[in-house]
T-cell receptor, first 115, second 111 residues
């Protein structure tokens, strides 16, 4: 079955540590995204990538970094510079940019808790 | 600032009953509006997508309506089931990549 796999599902981090969240898709989608979800708020875009070796900042990119070395993979690193990293992180992909009729397919999410 | 407001924030209904969720938006320009269902601890799953020229679309027991003039959409759930318990998210797309997400309505269906 085609889909998006995120790992780990749960992650605990001490303050000052960097952590990397994995996102892999086998849908042959060109575009990939990282969103952050906090209680009572809509999803907020962290980074997105339209093609391999290219990515753009979203609305809340500070304290995060990404890479897109392969079409299938779009890992997100939460750095120690992110002041409030505890959240639910969602990776998504779409055939083209998420406009027009391109539907976003989401992974199951990764919940990061900073101790 | 583009905004998507959903109401109510949460609701509880009895199994078998119907309910309607509301979405008001100020996104402009407007390309399409989507409804997603998100189970607790999972990623959202697409229910419907409508362009400005469509005013209703169904997916099983889910029916979405859109009034592009008043910038309002609704999602109607018919004959609710326990599996309908989830958060329902309204997402509005302008003509670029930057989707605007509502905060969601949490639906709890009780037996």
């Amino acid at each position: 079955d085609g889909g998006i796999t995120q790992s780990p599902k749960y992650l605990f981090r001490k303050e000052g540590q960097n952590v990397t969240l994995s996102c892999e898709q086998n849908l042959n989608h060109d575009a990939m995204y990282w969103y952050r979800q906090d209680p009572g708020q809509g999803l907020r875009l962290i980074y997105y990538s339209q093609i391999v070796n290219d990515f753009q900042k979203g609305d809340i990119a500070e304290g995060y970094s990404v890479s897109r070395e392969k079409k299938e993979s779009f890992p997100l690193t939460v750095t120690s510079a992110q002041k409030n990293p505890t959240a639910f992180y969602l990776c998504a992909s779409s055939r083209g940019l998420a406009s027009g009729a391109n539907v976003l397919t989401f992974g199951a999410g990764s919940r990061l808790t900073v101790l | 600032k583009n905004q998507v407001e959903q109401s109510p924030q949460s609701l509880i209904i009895l199994e078998g009953k119907n309910c309607t969720l509301q979405c008001n938006y100020t996104v402009s320009p407007f390309s399409n509006l989507r409804w997603y269902k998100q189970d607790t601890g999972r990623g959202p799953v697409s229910l419907t997508i409508m362009t400005f020229s469509e005013n209703t679309k169904s997916n099983g027991r889910y029916t979405a309506t859109l009034d592009a003039d008043t910038k309002q959409s609704s999602l109607h759930i018919t004959a609710s089931q326990l599996s309908d318990s989830a958060s329902y998210i309204c997402v509005v797309s302008p003509n670029d990549y930057k989707l605007s997400f509502g905060a969601g309505t949490t639906v709890t269906v009780r037996a």
